[in-house]
């Protein structure tokens, strides 16, 4: 009797080994749940329908959007962390869900790095350096020479403390190895208004929002903070090719998945990610947002999961020198 219980127990026990890399392999039968950790019409938004319309065919099932907005982005990572790891929820993740969110408070709501599979890194959007009209420097060079010789008196903008824009200007300053006050605003609106009207001397601000102003000579253009031109700047030197190998400042976009989820469900995920990303009417949808796609070696699960890590180190450091108190 009991040779025979334990019988049943080993086969179900196979069953259950079994069960997993069959579902895996039959997946996806069911629509799949993409988080976006913003609220609906913003650039990342649009950015996760653009994708989830082109990851559909591949799939075979629909991608549907699903806006969980707050707690500048840990609201929808913390959604995503704690789901059913089934391959049938998956994020947008962003600087903000895998970097600030780690960084800017005492507590997170997760682990960035042990809460989630790599599914792969899609896009960049970097910040660029504008300056009021009349600051007198042309590149990168003549810039940070006069903020060597200007700092007490300068100014920079951003759209709040921990933003985007402002860490980037507080990187910019840490590489200069200069200290400028910073003035925080509700709002990349109220910043860009004041820099055009001069009350402050620059500001690191995305590309799209500040390509109008730029084209429209109400500011001037520094540099690209990263590591190839934009396609919405193809004018604008980056820092790198000025100078400043390390002085990046580009927001990431990637698509993660509960901690757990089957490799062969992340690695078809990957592979769909990247058929869209390859086709051209895609590109071109990404690039009208600031977006550039980064390069195929770049996006493997094991390069997101090392990179990942290495936005952290980096933005640390940017966060403690720049005096920010965790909330």
Excluded at 205 to 210: K, S, Y
Excluded at 263 to 269: A, F, G, N, S, Y
Excluded at 274 to 293: F, I, M, N, T, Y
Aim: net charge neutral.
């Amino acid at each position: 009797m009991t040779s025979c219980r334990n019988w049943v127990l080993a086969c179900l026990a196979g069953a259950i080994v079994v069960s997993s890399p069959a579902r895996a392999q039959q997946w996806p039968q069911n629509p799949i749940k993409l988080v976006v950790s913003a609220a609906a019409g913003g650039p990342i938004d649009v950015f996760a329908r653009v994708m989830a319309e082109s990851l559909t065919p591949s799939l075979g099932q629909s991608v549907i959007v699903e806006n969980i907005a707050g707690a500048g982005g840990a609201i929808g990572g913390q959604h995503v962390a704690r789901a059913t790891p089934d391959g049938y929820t998956a994020l947008l993740g962003t600087s903000a869900t895998h970097t600030f969110s780690q960084l800017l408070y005492k507590k997170p709501l997760y682990d960035a790095q042990a809460d989630f599979a790599s599914v792969g890194l899609m896009a960049e959007i970097p910040l660029v350096l504008i300056t009021r009209k009349d600051l007198p420097a042309q590149t990168l060079s003549e810039f940070v020479a006069y903020a060597k010789a200007n700092a007490p008196k300068m100014n920079y903008g951003s759209a709040g403390v921990g933003s985007s824009t402002h860490l980037g200007c507080a990187l910019l300053a840490s590489a200069m190895a200069v200290q400028i006050n910073h003035v925080p605003y509700r709002g990349t609106g109220p910043a860009m208004q004041d820099l055009m009207a001069g009350r402050i001397d620059f500001l690191c601000e995305i590309v799209v929002t500040a390509a109008p102003q730029i084209e429209g000579n109400n500011v001037k253009a520094i540099a690209t903070m990263a590591l190839e031109r934009s396609p919405v700047l193809p004018n604008v030197p980056t820092t790198v090719e000025s100078g400043f190998p390390k002085l990046t400042a580009e927001s990431f976009t990637a698509l993660f998945m509960p901690r757990g989820t089957p490799r062969e469900i992340t690695d078809k995920m990957n592979s769909a990610m990247l058929r869209a990303l390859d086709e051209p009417q895609v590109r071109a949808k990404l690039q009208q947002l600031g977006a550039s796609v980064v390069k195929p070696e770049r996006r493997t699960p094991a390069y997101l999961a090392n990179f990942v890590g290495d936005e952290l180190t980096k933005w640390r450091k940017i966060v403690e020198t720049s005096g920010i108190e965790p909330q």
